[in-house]
């Protein structure tokens, strides 16, 4: 069965670190694009980070210099190192896959999966 499962949430003092990791597991042929959107009460999700399969990274102006994206291949995981974290930074954090996986039928097809999210709180 087809998973992401993020881990690393939590409570932290403005100012602190968190590290939030996304493991994806299944029959996965190859993991193309990962990413980090995040979603605030009463906000649109938003894209907070992206990494493609050669590493190269994007990311929101809001996080810049603070947030690091990075991948292990190896492992189907992505990492989302957040410094400095603000109030601000509050919200539910999604990750993100776009996935080639092995069907039943042992065709290959693409799939956009979304992880049940974690949430992060940064007490001010």
């Known amino acids: 069965q087809l998973q992401l499962v993020e881990s690393g949430g939590g409570l932290v003092q403005a100012g602190g670190s968190l590290r939030l990791s996304c493991a994806a597991s299944g029959s996965i042929f190859s993991i193309n694009a990962m990413g980090w959107y995040r979603q605030a009460p009463g906000k649109q999700r938003e894209l907070v980070a992206a990494?493609?399969?050669?590493?190269?990274?994007n990311y929101a102006d809001s996080v810049k210099g603070r947030f690091t994206i990075s991948r292990d291949n190896a492992k189907n995981t992505v990492y989302l190192q957040m410094n400095s974290l603000k109030p601000e930074d509050t919200a539910v954090y999604y990750c993100?896959?776009?996935?080639?996986?092995?069907?039943?039928?042992?065709?290959?097809?693409?799939?956009?999966?979304w992880g049940q999210g974690t949430q992060v709180t940064v007490s001010s």
């Open positions: 990494i493609t399969s050669g590493g190269s990274t």
């Open positions: 993100n896959a776009d996935l080639t996986v092995v069907a039943g039928t042992g065709l290959l097809e693409e799939y956009d999966y």
